[in-house]
């Protein structure tokens, strides 16, 4: 079955610590996205890549840093210098820029 | 800049049929998708539409005027799995295509 992955579902930090989220899709898509969900607030988006080795800022970038070096792999890393990453994060992808975007199940990070 | 606006929260009986209201101010509109998200999980796809008029698929249809920056998405037969939140996001061509989001509305479906 074709689909994206997340993980993992849970993910506790202490403040100070960078930590990684996966993301993974078999759906041969070229285009990759990472957006943060706050209670109340839409989906906003932090990184995006159209292709590998290639990728661009979002809204809000600051405190977060992506690679994409397979096709299939979206990792984002939030660092210390993150302010307040305590939140919902999803991951998506689409066919191209502008398709309809298929989202993973979600990583909910807490930072304690 | 980007401006989307939906009701927070809404509430429903069994078997009725609710509508849920977006509009939208952007620079480049391009499209406008509607998913369904249960609480926890991830967006699921619902409907697209980018030209003025009324898309129907199955008990959901989702309609647009571009003029009015203004859709909406028609839910009928209500159940109770339709408990849910349902987010509208427009593709912005001034965005780079990419999607901006609304914050969502909270749809409580009650027996």
């Known amino acids: 079955d074709g689909g994206i992955t997340q993980s993992p579902k849970y993910l506790f930090r202490k403040e100070g610590q960078n930590v990684t989220l996966s993301c993974e899709q078999n759906l041969n898509h070229d285009a990759m996205y990472w957006y943060r969900q706050d209670p109340g607030q839409g989906l906003r988006l932090i990184y995006y890549?159209?292709?590998?080795?290639?990728?661009q800022k979002g809204d809000i970038a600051e405190g977060y840093s992506v690679s994409r070096e397979k096709k299939e792999s979206f990792p984002l890393t939030v660092t210390s210098a993150q302010k307040n990453p305590t939140a919902f994060y999803l991951c998506?992808?689409?066919?191209?820029?502008?398709?309809?975007?298929?989202f993973g199940p979600g990583t909910r990070l807490t930072v304690l | 800049g980007q401006n989307i606006d939906q009701p927070t929260e809404m509430t429903a009986t069994e078997g009725a049929i609710v509508q849920i209201n977006c509009t939208y101010q952007t620079s480049g509109f391009n499209g406008l998708f509607w998913y369904q998200q249960h609480a926890g999980e991830a967006p699921t796809f619902l409907s697209y539409n980018v030209l003025d008029g009324l898309e129907e698929k199955g008990r959901f249809s989702s309609f647009l005027s571009r003029s009015k920056g203004y859709s909406y998405l028609l839910l009928k037969e209500l159940q109770m799995k339709d408990s849910a939140s349902y987010l509208c996001?427009?593709?912005?061509?001034?965005?780079?295509?990419?999607?901006?989001f609304g914050p969502g509305t909270r749809l409580s479906v009650l027996p």
């Open positions: 996001a427009v593709r912005d061509q001034s965005y780079g295509q990419n999607f901006v």
């Open positions: 890549s159209q292709i590998v080795n290639d990728f």
């Open positions: 998506a992808s689409s066919l191209d820029r502008g398709y309809e975007q298929f």
